[in-house]
């Protein structure tokens, strides 16, 4: 792992956040890696698979009315050859609310370009341990 390849790693995960916060759908679109094999879970949904269910629940996200900030906290970048990991907990605010959800995203290396292939988000429940 060289700190080029986390600091591209990282790169890519602030632009999923940032797309994320645009509602541009063609920037998540070019972010993710375009397969059978991508897998995304938004907090309180069931499991998507494959880039099709993928594509189509972020343009359901962003036809909504929820316009969302994210404020990043403790981040923390693996790479092992070609896959990387990145966690975090995403600080959402929305209007006047907020709430954390605890993240993995996962990324494959793919011509040079680090690709998204998994998003986890889970909702962080208030007074946890």
């Not at 060289?2 to 600091?7: I, K």
């Not at 602030?14 to 993710?32: H, I, K, P, V």
């Not at 907020?98 to 993240?103: F, L, R, Y």
Request: charge should be negative; charged fraction near 20%.
């Amino acid at each position: 792992m060289s700190d080029a390849d986390t600091d591209a790693v990282l790169a890519a995960n602030q632009a999923f956040y940032d797309a994320f916060e645009a509602r541009d759908l063609d920037a998540m679109s070019d972010l993710w890696e375009h397969s059978d094999r991508v897998s995304c879970v938004h907090p309180g949904w069931r499991r998507l698979e494959g880039w099709a269910s993928v594509a189509a629940s972020w343009a359901a996200l962003f036809q909504g009315p929820q316009r969302l900030q994210f404020i990043v906290t403790g981040v923390r970048a693996e790479v092992v050859g070609d896959l990387a990991w990145v966690s975090l907990d995403e600080n959402i605010l929305d209007g006047e609310a907020g709430a954390t959800v605890a993240a993995l995203n996962l990324f494959t290396r793919a011509g040079g370009d680090w690709r998204v292939v998994a998003h986890h988000g889970a909702a962080v429940l208030a007074g946890e341990p």
